[in-house]
């Protein structure tokens, strides 16, 4: 059993030790290495975008090409300089991953291949999964997922998708955002132990809260459904067990509670508000106040608990 | 104070967890604000009545926080004192009867930091800092010092979060104060930047009535304010480390500092980001640390996004900074090598 509490820093305790200059080293090396490929990267970005018509169609292409091949070549010297899991290589495959975009743009404005843009998100993610597997790091994976998100969003917003299991006509994005986000928190925990690169628990806990964000909000939107309740209720009960014996992690509890408080407050609302009774809205209150100080009694009992 | 009163119970809890009952604290009193508002319409009408209610919730919530309350009152005080804060807010706009003026909201800003005075709470004092630091920015504004108010705000929270150590008895007071500013600096450098952003394209366009209120107004001299206080800030941190503001490690932190006071010229809001993201690593603060990072990624691209020049020009700009960035980084890893003595910041 792993603790990630403990690993997190309060951001609040009193008296915080000052970084080391070595700290500091480090900040402003990482900092400009990531700020100034970010800016070539997006500067050529617009250059394609401006379409200089000076500028011939095979000159586009070569362009982002090389710009490629120089991303993927510098990839493969640093990382057999560094080795592959230190920080400018990564960074090299994540601007890789962006002239692949790029370049995927380039082909769909010139030859004009019709095709709907979620295609075009979907290309991009095929594309650059070698790259994101073979990169092992949590920041070209969470960004593939993200890729992937829009992905579904933009898909759906061309079909209204019907193609999903669970997905109901109209919330059928929310459920798919729900279940893809959820199977890919599953994978990451499940390979934690495994793959040692699978460091922090910044990945997990964005996945998390997409996938806890869909499924709450359609639990809020379907107040009267009593299935998407119990459903609901098994995702945050498992979510909740998980975290608490298995993977100590109190940033998913919190989220677990604050969803809890949503919802029992938005059916509490939905029964005490119909007669419009201004009443009412003091129970509301004492409720939100009462549940939010049970949750964070008993989040702080674990901290402590953890910590001890 | 006491030091006893000076934490609460909260005050070791990571920040997602006050990030919740902050949540439910605010819905909470919103429900309480909606209950006065629905049920006593006459209170509102009346100015003595409700400065007096609001107040008289305030006076309760301040009881239930100095006396070491359960979970469950400190958040209804929260809760309650909000609502009576909105009360005495309301009557203080009402009395004064002229809303686009300095008195009502400096009335409130020092309402507020009266708050954050006597307040033992460290969420209470987050939210009193934030809104006493819009009010006292409309404050400027309104009085014609609107160009001030950026560099003052980055000035402040750089004094209050490098202060920190020397007030160990207001240790909570200066962190949560430090996070209001660090808030109030991004939101409020963004409504600058659109000010600005207001200003150039639609200079013509503006009636008469509303620049009046924008007259006062000067980009150049609140970029110079903002940039001035950056690199005071920069300084401020540098003699807090003991480093010689001669020796290398200083002027090439504040040599970085200048670069980007000039790159803020063109693209405001970035010393902001830049101050935030500083103090973020100076604290430990994860928050504030991405907090900055977020603010600095915006302002780029909000400059990027409303640049009237061609898509060429902006390829051309970021293909220079670029390369300086990566040059002085560079030069950065061969003047200061990683095992060398003394550090850098900027």
Redesign the interface.
Known sequence: MTDY?LQ??????????????????????RL??A??????A??????I??N?NGFGRLAHFALVEAALVVTVGLYWWLAGRHGALHTAPRLMLLLASLLLGVLLALYGQTYQTGADSWQLFATWAGLMLPWTLLGRSNVLWLAWFALFNLTLVLYFQAFDGVFWVLADAEYGLLWVLFEFNLGALVLWEGLRGELRWLTGRWGPRILAVAAGGSITALALLNLESLLLLLIWSGWLGLTFGVYYWCIRD??ML??C??AA?MVI?ANIARLVLSDGD??A??L???A??????????M??RI?RQWQS | MTASLATSRSDDSPWYIKLMLGISGWFASLFLFGFLGLGFLELLQNILASLVTGLVLVGIAWAILRSHPNDFLEHLALAISLAGQALVIWSIFRASNAPHTVVPWLVTAVFQLVLIRIMPDFLHRVFSTLVASYALGLTLMLGGLVSVSQGLFILLTGWVWLKQSAYPQHGQLMRAAGFGLALNLISMSSVTVGLQELGTVMADAIPASAAAGFSWFTPWLSKSLAALASLAVVAMMLIHYQQPLTHKPALLALGGALFVAAVAFVAPGLNAGLIVLLMGVHARSRVMAGLGLIALLYFMSRYYYFLGETLLFKSASLLVLGLLMLLGRWLFLRWLPRTGEGGAHG
């Not at chain 1, 700020?35 to 070539?40: E, R």
């Not at chain 1, 997006?42 to 250059?47: D, V």
């Not at chain 1, 939100?288 to 009694?297: K, N, Q």
Request: charged content about 10%; proline content about 7%; hydrophobic content about 55%.
């Open positions: 509490t997190d820093p309060a951001g609040t305790s009193a008296e915080p030790a000052m970084p080391s200059p070595r700290d500091w080293h480090v900040f402003i090396d400009l290495l700020f100034g490929s970010l800016a070539l997006f500067s050529l970005l617009f250059f975008a401006y200089w109190l940033f919190t989220g509670c604050l408080i407050i201004p009443s809205l003091v509301l209150a004492v939100t106040i009462g549940l939010g100080a049970v949750s964070g009694r989040l702080r901290h």
